[in-house]
């Protein structure tokens, strides 16, 4: 799920100090799942183009590193209805544990000269987003990751 794109305007800049190498591979977002859990496409993509849930609210603590030199905020408010949607998107109660965070610097990429927690310092506290869709993305190799489909939300939040 990217972060939409006006409340993505202060994260996309400090992402492009901390990380440049991820910040041009993929904008700010939480990832919902991952390839190995999604199981039957065609079943998944049916849920979700029946997609009558409200939009999904996510609140996150300040940045704090983690793995050397990786920048991450966790979320503090909305895990719930994450780990719901995660349910209904994979169909299925049995899912592994997933919690929604933001990456800011990924610990795989070289340390950018700009990678430091004070970069993100300046960035709202709680951080409050609103997602307003799910997109069904891929990489192709090192290129950068592409959205295959985009399903909104059907309610606010």
Not at 5 to 13: D, K
Not at 104 to 115: E, I, S, Y
Request: net charge negative; with cysteine; glycine share 4%.
């Amino acid at each position: 799920m990217f972060v939409p794109v006006q409340a993505a305007i202060e994260l996309e800049q400090v992402r492009r100090v901390v990380d440049p190498a991820q910040s041009s591979l993929i904008p700010a977002h939480i990832t919902l799942c991952r390839e190995d859990e999604l199981g039957d496409l065609p079943a998944m993509r049916s849920r979700l183009q029946n997609l009558h849930l409200p939009a999904i609210s996510l609140s996150f603590a300040p940045a704090e590193i983690f793995y050397e030199h990786g920048l991450i905020m966790h979320c503090i408010a909305g895990e719930d209805a994450f780990f719901h949607l995660r349910e209904f998107v994979l169909d299925s109660k049995n899912i592994r544990a997933q919690r929604p965070h933001l990456t800011l610097a990924h610990p795989r990429n070289p340390k950018a000269p700009g990678n430091s927690l004070d970069v993100a310092a300046n960035l709202p506290t709680p951080l409050q987003l609103v997602f307003p869709s799910i997109c069904l993305i891929e990489q192709s190799g090192n290129d950068p990751w592409r959205v295959l489909e985009t399903y909104e939300f059907s309610v606010g939040a």
